[in-house]
């Protein structure tokens, strides 16, 4: 069973930064790593919007309301994802959700979503 946990939401001020986990995890001790990573969020009311993409080949993409604010990464060992949030503004306020395209070796690529984390900024 793949499964993918996000941590680090939390109550900021605008202006303020917080950097969201996408930690990856394999119940059966295999070995796994996360090739695509996205990030979504979802506001009250509002649909599910593509934040962040980092590619298989590392290449990036962002939406232009989080360009050159936000960025996407991985560890080296493709365990865990992250979105570093900078200069947050109220309209960030959201969950954000972690969706990774996660190898084994066993079941080849699994598209796995996560249970979402808040991100609440206060103007």
């Known amino acids: 069973q793949v499964q993918v946990v996000e941590s680090g939401g939390d109550s900021v001020q605008a202006g303020g930064s917080l950097t969201l986990s996408c930690a990856a995890s394999?119940?059966?001790?295999?070995?796994?790593?996360?090739?695509?990573l996205d990030w979504y969020r979802q506001a009250p009311g509002k649909q599910r919007e593509l934040v962040a993409r980092?590619?298989?080949?590392?290449?990036?993409e962002y939406a232009d309301f989080v360009q050159g604010r936000f960025a996407i990464s991985r560890n080296n060992h493709k365990t865990t994802g992250f979105l570093q949030m900078n200069n947050l503004k109220f309209e960030d306020t959201a969950v954000y959700y972690c969706n990774a395209g996660v190898w084994t070796p066993i079941t080849g690529t699994n598209n796995v979503w996560g249970q979402g984390t808040q991100v609440t900024v206060s103007s």
């Open positions: 980092l590619t298989d080949g590392g290449i990036t």
């Open positions: 394999i119940t059966s001790g295999s070995i796994f790593r996360i090739n695509r």
